[in-house]
Nanobody, 114 residues
């Protein structure tokens, strides 16, 4: 059974930073590219960032380019999202997803507010 456990969210002031983690189990993690998505209240889930299976290539949604960094540790079956210079518009529940698989974790809430 594939399990994804996101963590690291919280309440942060505008301009602050957070590092999200997603621990995966039940799949050969190193074979899958991984993505982060987010869903704000009343809105659709949207793509945030993606990383290839080896970590050699990344891609970001325009709103987070230059502020967020996705990375992974295949030895730990974990993908990370470093979020800097956070804005109120970044407030959402953040989810990770193995590319091509229909699995999602419970998400982790990020709230950016003064």
């Amino acid at each position: 059974e594939v399990q994804l456990v996101e963590s690291g969210g919280g309440l942060v002031q505008p301009g602050g930073s957070l590092r999200l983690s997603c621990a995966a189990s039940g799949l050969t993690f190193s074979r899958y590219g991984m993505s982060w998505y987010r869903q704000a209240p009343g809105k659709e889930r949207r793509f945030v960032a993606t990383i290839t299976s080896t970590g050699g290539s990344t891609n970001y949604a325009e709103p987070v380019k230059g502020r967020f960094t996705i990375s992974r540790d295949n030895a730990k079956s974990t993908v990370y999202l470093q979020m800097n210079t956070l804005k109120p518009d970044d407030t959402a529940v953040y989810y990770c997803n193995p590319i091509g698989l229909p699995y999602w974790g419970q998400g982790t809430q990020v709230t950016v507010s003064s």
